[in-house]
């Protein structure tokens, strides 16, 4: 299944989700976001607390669906929005839930794990959202340690 063009809905909510990554940052934790809709509303939001709770496993989309639930009704209506690229273990819960779409804010400053994504048959959305792609890169600017730390697997600061 090849990317999909994203709309106005999509940018709306991903405006959402980047409030939800300003959180994070201002808080002085990594700045990713996420929220799921179903029907057109947030149901569930959730941030990266890697450094807030020292929780290795706490990125944002696994916030996102932890702070979401069961769903009794499954998730095939669900849209998960991020503001980065999917890592592979955020990429293994979202399918473990079966979601069946995912829009990306910001795949240029992590690639993540997209193709893996499209692959299982997911729908994806890449907006290469400026505003995900600047606050990303203002945290690695002032965090260039840490961030080496954990997107290279060394010292984690």
């Not at 090849?2 to 409030?19: G, I, K, N």
């Not at 990266?48 to 009704?73: I, K, L, S």
Request: some cysteine.
């Amino acid at each position: 299944m090849p990317f999909v063009e994203p709309t106005e809905t999509d940018r709306h909510f991903m405006r959402l989700a980047l409030a939800e990554a300003q959180k994070s940052f201002d808080e002085g934790g990594v700045p990713v976001g996420s929220v799921m809709v179903r029907n057109g509303k947030v149901f569930a939001t959730g941030q990266n607390r890697f450094r807030q709770t020292n929780d290795p496993t706490c990125h944002a989309e696994v916030d996102c669906v932890r702070n979401g639930g069961m769903q009794p009704a499954g998730y095939d209506d669900v849209t998960l929005y991020s503001t980065l690229s999917p890592c592979m273990m955020c990429t293994g819960a979202m399918l473990f839930v079966g979601l069946p779409k995912v829009v990306i804010g910001d795949r240029e400053t992590y690639p993540g794990d997209v193709e893996f994504l499209v692959a299982r048959g997911l729908e994806v959305v890449l907006l290469d959202d400026p505003d995900c792609i600047r606050l990303l890169r203002r945290f690695i600017h002032e965090n260039q340690e840490f961030w080496n730390g954990v997107v290279l697997g060394g010292d984690r600061g």
